[in-house]
Every structure is written in structure tokens, then in C-alpha cells.
């Protein structure tokens, strides 16, 4: 069983570039959720994908947007970075919406702006 | 806003001790409440807890939920130094998304 990949595993953006991080869900899973956590906290919820729509979304301003593919991997994209967005993006995968199944996380992509 | 809050948020034990991990909520239509343990990167899935009084175990972890006090605990017995980790507590209400504590860090001593 393949578990959730994701890459790059580390990247160094400048304030006000644009990043777009991707995500390889767990086979057999078709949802998808991104979260953001920052150095000491617990992850937030960014967003989650469900046959390539958005349900649900966190409290995160426009400039992060996502994709889900056919294949239900995901990107997650960060425009006009602010220091801020410097944290451990996770993404998961789980089972089915609407069913009592955990969420699988991949190893994350650590962002640093600067 | 829902709201999960862990403590304590750090613990320094020696090899062989027995921890307790708290963690409480506050939800709307409460659907389940789940560990994680995260050591470097991602975090990995422990339990999920969706009944009242009934435990979960694996191996030396248990994790019990209390839904009439709104909390659960995860107890670590025997514990060892790759116990070390930091320990997350999430629900997940009416809506998909996971509302994660800050996490309880344990530290382990041989």
C-alpha cells in the first residue's frame, strides 16, 4: 500500500513569489486535505478536495487555492508569500468523505519565506 | 470556533514510567476524536474514538473518550525512549476538517 507522498520535501521561497506544492495521495483514497502548521502548533485546516471540488475551506485568506486531479492527487498554491506562511505543509488523504475514516498524513514540505 | 486544548503541553518522564495525556473539546455535532503521534514530519495515526467509555488499545497505548465531559485521554505504560514525540489530539465535527490541539510533548529519559 502506498502512503500519502508529497514534494518538494523542503523549500526556500522569497516574500511575494508564488509556490505550488503537490501531494500523491494513499491508494484507494479520494479525499484530500492540505493543513499549515506552524513551529510549536497543532496543524489548521487549509482546505479538502473531493472529486476535484473544494469542500470545506479554513480560515485562510484567497491566495491559497488547490487543485485535485483525476487521479485524486492534489496541489496546493501560495501566492504572494508573506514571512507568515513559513511553516510544515501537510497534506492527507483519507478513505471517503462523509465516513468515520482517519486521515493519513504524508511527511510534509517545510516552507521557509524570507 | 471548535476548540481542543492538550495538556500538559510538555512531559519529561524516565524510561518505564506510565503517562497520562489529557485533552478536552468543545464541538458542534461532535463525530469523532482522534490521536496522533508525530514525531519529525508527518504525523501518524493512533486512534479514533467515536463512543463513549469504550477503550482502545494498542499494545502499551490505551485512549478512552468521555463525551458527556467532553474529554479523552492516551496512556502511554511502560514507556520508552522511542515514546518520545509530540502527541496531537483532534475532533472532527459536523464538517470534514480536523481541529487540532497544540499537542503534548513527550519527552522520554532513559
Known amino acids: 500500500e502506498t502512503g500519502v507522498t508529497q514534494s518538494p520535501t523542503h523549500l526556500i521561497k522569497t516574500r511575494g513569489q508564488q509556490v505550488t506544492l503537490r501531494c500523491s495521495s494513499q491508494?484507494?483514497?479520494?479525499?484530500v486535505s492540505w493543513y499549515q502548521q506552524a513551529l510549536g502548533q497543532g496543524p489548521q485546516f487549509i482546505f479538502q478536495y473531493y472529486r476535484e471540488e473544494e469542500n470545506g475551506r479554513g480560515n485562510f485568506p484567497p491566495r491559497f487555492s488547490g487543485l485535485q486531479f483525476p487521479n485524486y492527487s492534489s496541489e496546493l498554491n501560495v501566492n504572494a508569500l508573506e514571512l507568515d506562511d513559513s511553516a510544515l505543509y501537510l497534506c492527507a488523504s483519507s478513505l471517503a468523505m462523509g465516513k468515520n475514516s482517519p486521515l493519513h498524513f504524508g511527511n510534509g514540505t517545510r516552507l521557509t519565506v524570507t | 470556533e471548535d476548540k481542543v486544548v492538550q495538556s500538559p503541553l510538555s512531559l519529561v518522564v524516565h524510561e518505564g514510567d506510565t503517562v497520562t495525556l489529557n485533552c478536552s473539546y468543545e464541538v458542534t455535532n461532535f463525530r469523532s476524536l482522534l490521536w496522533y503521534k508525530q514525531e519529525k514530519k508527518a504525523p501518524t495515526f493512533l486512534f479514533m474514538l467515536t463512543s463513549s467509555g469504550i477503550e482502545k488499545k494498542s499494545g502499551r497505548l490505551s485512549s478512552i473518550l468521555d463525551k458527556k465531559e467532553l474529554f479523552s485521554i492516551l496512556n502511554i505504560t511502560a514507556t520508552q525512549t522511542g515514546d518520545s514525540a509530540v502527541y496531537l489530539c483532534a475532533e472532527q465535527g459536523g464538517s470534514e476538517k480536523l481541529v487540532f490541539g497544540k499537542g503534548t510533548k513527550l519527552t522520554v529519559n532513559p
Open positions: 491508494s484507494g483514497h479520494n479525499t
